[in-house]
C-alpha cells in the first residue's frame, strides 16, 4: 500500500494516534480500487484533501474532540465518519445511510481499513429510533439546508450535545431559516467556524449547534416531511 504524504501531514498536524496514516491510506485505497465507490472523487491525490482533510478540520473543535458517541448523517461513502473514527478510537460512530450500495462500500471500506469503533445504519436519519438521544455529536456533509439538517439532528442529540454541519459559502436565508428551525427543535447556533483544510479550500465553514433544551416531542416527523414543508423562518411545520 502506497504511503501518502499528505496523509502522514495530516496525521501529525492533528495529533493522530499511531495507526492512523496507515487506516487513512488504506481509505483512500478502497477509494481508488472500487469503481463503484459512491463519490465522484476517487483518486488519492484529490481525495486526501477533498475527502480526508475536509473531514479531519472537524478535530479544531472541542466538542469534536471530546465526542464518544458520533453519529454521521447521510454517510455516502463514509466521509467523515470514517475519518474521525481513525482520528477517535475510543469513540463509537455510527454512519447512518439509506442507499444499500453506499452501505455496502461504507462497510467493505471500514475493514479494509481495519476501523472497528463503527455501526453501519442503514436507515434514514427519521426513522432511526435507536439512536434518539443517544449522541453527543452529530456530523452531516453536504447534505441539505441547515434548517432540515438540524430536524435530523436535534432528535438523536443528547442535551449538550451538538450538530456539526459542513458547509461552503455563507447564505444569509438559510442561515435565518436553520436559526429559526434551531429555536424550535431546542438548538441553539453556538458558531460559524471558517475553515480552510487544504490549500485552494475556499469558503469553507463549520456551523456548530448546540442542543440546549429537549426537543419536542412530535419530532421527529415522519421520513420525507423535514424536506418536503422544513422548519424555518418562513416555513411553519405540518405535522
Not at 138 to 153: D, I, K, Q, S, W
Request: charged letters at 25%; glycine letters at 6%; aromatic letters at 4%.
Amino acid at each position: 500500500m502506497k504511503r501518502h504524504t499528505e496523509v502522514v501531514s495530516l496525521a501529525e498536524r492533528y495529533a493522530l494516534p499511531s495507526t492512523a496514516a496507515r487506516q487513512l491510506d488504506a481509505l483512500l485505497d478502497a477509494l481508488a480500487r472500487d469503481p463503484h465507490a459512491p463519490t465522484t472523487v476517487r483518486e488519492a491525490e484529490r481525495a486526501v484533501h477533498t475527502h480526508l482533510a475536509d473531514s479531519l478540520v472537524a478535530l479544531d473543535l472541542p466538542a469534536v474532540r471530546g465526542a464518544t458517541a458520533i453519529a454521521d448523517l447521510g454517510a455516502g461513502a463514509g466521509f467523515p465518519g470514517l475519518p474521525l473514527a481513525i482520528a477517535l478510537p475510543a469513540a463509537r460512530v455510527a454512519l447512518v445511510e439509506s442507499v444499500a450500495r453506499k452501505c455496502e462500500f461504507i462497510r467493505a471500506a471500514a475493514a479494509a481499513a481495519g476501523i472497528t469503533n463503527v455501526d453501519v445504519v442503514a436507515e434514514r436519519a427519521e426513522a432511526w429510533s435507536a439512536g434518539i438521544g443517544a449522541h453527543d455529536l452529530v456530523t452531516a456533509r453536504a447534505l441539505a439546508p441547515l434548517a432540515v439538517l438540524a430536524e435530523y439532528a436535534a432528535p438523536l442529540l443528547r442535551e449538550g450535545g451538538v450538530l456539526v454541519a459542513w458547509k461552503g459559502r455563507r447564505d444569509a436565508q438559510e442561515e435565518r431559516d436553520g436559526e429559526a428551525a434551531a429555536a424550535e427543535l431546542g438548538l441553539a447556533l453556538e458558531e460559524v467556524r471558517p475553515v480552510a483544510p487544504y490549500p485552494g479550500a475556499d469558503h469553507r465553514h463549520l456551523h456548530v449547534l448546540r442542543k440546549v433544551a429537549p426537543t419536542p416531542s412530535r419530532f421527529p416527523r415522519r421520513p420525507g416531511m423535514a424536506r418536503k414543508r422544513p422548519l424555518g423562518a418562513k416555513n411553519r411545520p405540518t405535522l
